[in-house]
């Protein structure tokens, strides 16, 4: 497990920032997932954003 969560078992693409890139989400608060630390917070990832982020980082 990573953090208490497993990538595409736990985490799918409505739960990452896919929705707040494609401009469906206002903020990216919905993304914040609480790990089994406690004070320790991700915004998980998982394979179907590979595509997205790779696009992104051509454009900066």
Avoid at 1 to 17: C, F, N, R, S
Avoid at 19 to 25: A, R, V
Avoid at 29 to 47: E, M, N, Q, R, V
Wanted: proline share 8%; with cysteine.
């Amino acid at each position: 497990m990573y953090h208490g969560w497993v990538p595409d078992l736990h985490i799918h693409a409505e739960d990452t920032l896919l929705p707040f890139y494609l401009g469906e989400k206002d903020d990216a608060s919905y993304a914040i997932k609480p790990t089994c630390w406690p004070g320790l917070d991700i915004i998980p990832s998982c394979l179907a954003l590979h595509r997205i982020e790779t696009e992104l980082m051509g454009k900066i």
